[in-house]
C-alpha cells in the first residue's frame, strides 16, 4: 500500500477550510487511489472548530483518510508536508489600511515559510489561497530559501473558473469547450481576464464574442468583482467555489493540464511578459510531471498590454510595501 501523502491545511476551521477538506479526504485532490494524511493548522481560538471537523471527517469513513493532526504550531502542521494549503488569513477590517494589511499578514505566512523550510517534505507544493494571495505567497516563499521557489503559487483559479463561466454564457457552449483562458496578473480587482487567446469550440474567444465593449464593461468587471457579488447575494463570501478552486489547482499542478489547453495560476515571474522577475504573478500555464509552466510567446494586443501592467503594477507595489516592512 502507498505511503500517504501529507496535506497540510491552514485556517481548517474557516468557511473555505469546512468546504475543503471533506473533498481532499474522498480523494479529489490527488485522486481516487490516492491516501492522504491531514495535518491542520488553526489560531488557538480555532482548534476546537477543527476538531469537531474532524469528527465529522471521522464520521465520514473515508478509504482513503489515513490520519488527522491539529495544532496551532505551524512547526508541527507542516512536518512532512507534500501539500499545503494556506487558506487562513487575516481579512480587512473597516478602517484597515493597505499597509497594516500587508503586515498582519505578513506576521502569519511569513513564520508559515519558515516553518514550511525547516520541516517540510522535499516534493512540498505550496498554493496560497489567503488573501492578498500573490503577496502572501511571495512573503511564505522569501521566508523558505531551501525550497524552490516555484513551489510557491498563489490561487486565480476561482478567477479562472469564473471567467469560464462566463464566457460559456455570452457564447452558449459547455464550459468545456473552452479552452486556454488566462486570468493575469493579481487576485484582486486589477486581474486582468483574457479571452484573445482562448477557444471557444475550437474558434478564436474574441472573434465569437466580437464585442470589445462587452469585454471591457461587462465580462472583465463581472469576473474581477464577482467576490464582492458572492458576498453582497450570500452575506458570506465565496467558500465553496474557492474551495473547488484550491482542489483544481493542486490536482492540474499533480496531474497536468490536458494537451491542447493551460490554466491560470500565481506563480513566480521568469520576466516572461514583462512582469518584473520574482512578482508572483497569473499567467498563462500548463503543468506536467508536478511543475508548471508559463505559456510562451503569445502575442499580447494593446487591449492586453495596458490591463496586464496595471494589474503587475499593483504587485510591484504590494512587493515594494513589503520590502519596506522588512517581510521579504
Ligand atoms: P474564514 O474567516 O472563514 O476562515 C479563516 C480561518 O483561518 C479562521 O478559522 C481563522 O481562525 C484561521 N486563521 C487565521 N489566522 C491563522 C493562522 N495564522 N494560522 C492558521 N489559521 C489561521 O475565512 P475563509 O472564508 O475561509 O477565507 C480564507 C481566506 O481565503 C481569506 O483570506 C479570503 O480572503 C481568501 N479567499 C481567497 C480567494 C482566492 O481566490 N484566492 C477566494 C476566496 C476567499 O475570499
Redesign the pocket.
Known amino acids: 500500500t502507498r505511503t500517504p501523502v501529507n496535506v497540510t491545511v ?8 469546512y468546504a475543503l477538506l471533506f473533498r481532499i479526504a474522498s480523494g479529489q485532490l490527488l485522486g481516487p487511489d490516492v491516501p492522504v494524511a491531514l495535518r491542520l ?3 488557538p ?2 482548534l476546537k ?1 477543527a476538531e469537531g471537523t474532524a469528527m465529522e471527517l471521522d464520521d465520514c469513513a473515508f478509504p482513503l483518510l489515513r490520519g488527522i493532526d491539529i495544532s ?1 504550531d ?1 512547526n508541527v502542521a507542516f512536518e512532512g508536508a507534500n501539500v499545503a494549503l494556506l ?5 480587512r477590517t473597516k478602517g484597515m489600511e493597505r499597509g497594516d494589511l500587508l503586515e498582519a499578514n505578513g506576521g ?1 505566512f511569513k513564520p ?1 515559510g519558515k516553518a514550511i523550510n525547516d520541516h517540510a517534505a522535499d516534493d512540498i507544493k505550496v498554493l496560497v ?3 492578498p ?1 500573490n503577496t502572501n505567497a511571495l512573503i511564505a516563499q522569501a521566508a523558505a530559501p531551501d525550497v524552490p521557489a516555484e513551489r510557491f503559487t ?6 479562472h473558473n469564473r471567467a469560464l463561466s462566463q464566457l460559456a454564457k455570452k457564447t452558449g457552449v459547455q464550459v468545456s469547450e473552452i479552452k486556454k483562458l488566462t486570468i493575469w496578473g493579481n ?1 484582486s480587482a486589477t486581474q486582468y481576464p483574457d479571452v484573445f487567446h482562448a477557444e471557444v469550440a475550437g474558434k478564436n474567444a474574441a472573434e465569437v464574442v466580437n464585442d470589445e465593449q462587452w469585454l471591457a464593461d461587462t465580462f472583465i468587471p463581472t469576473v474581477a468583482k464577482r ?1 464582492a457579488a458572492i458576498i453582497e447575494a450570500r452575506g ?4 465553496a467555489s ?1 474551495a473547488n ?1 484550491a482542489i483544481d489547482h493542486v490536482h492540474t499542478w499533480v496531474n497536468g493540464t490536458d494537451t491542447g489547453d493551460w490554466t491560470s495560476a500565481g506563480v513566480v515571474s521568469d520576466g516572461s511578459y514583462g512582469v518584473p522577475e520574482g512578482l508572483i504573478s497569473s499567467f498563462p500555464v500548463t503543468a506536467k510531471d508536478g511543475r508548471f509552466e508559463i505559456v510562451q510567446g503569445l502575442d499580447i494586443n494593446e487591449f492586453s498590454r495596458t490591463r496586464i501592467d496595471t494589474s503587475v503594477q499593483e504587485l510591484e507595489e504590494e512587493r515594494e510595501a513589503v520590502r519596506g516592512l522588512g517581510l521579504i
Open positions: 491552514t485556517g481548517a476551521a474557516g468557511q473555505i477550510g493548522l488553526e489560531i481560538q480555532g472548530a496551532d505551524p487558506v487562513g488569513a487575516r481579512p502569519i508559515q489561497v489567503g488573501n494571495a498563489a490561487m486565480t483559479r476561482l478567477d487576485h467576490g458570506a463570501s465565496s467558500a474557492a478552486a
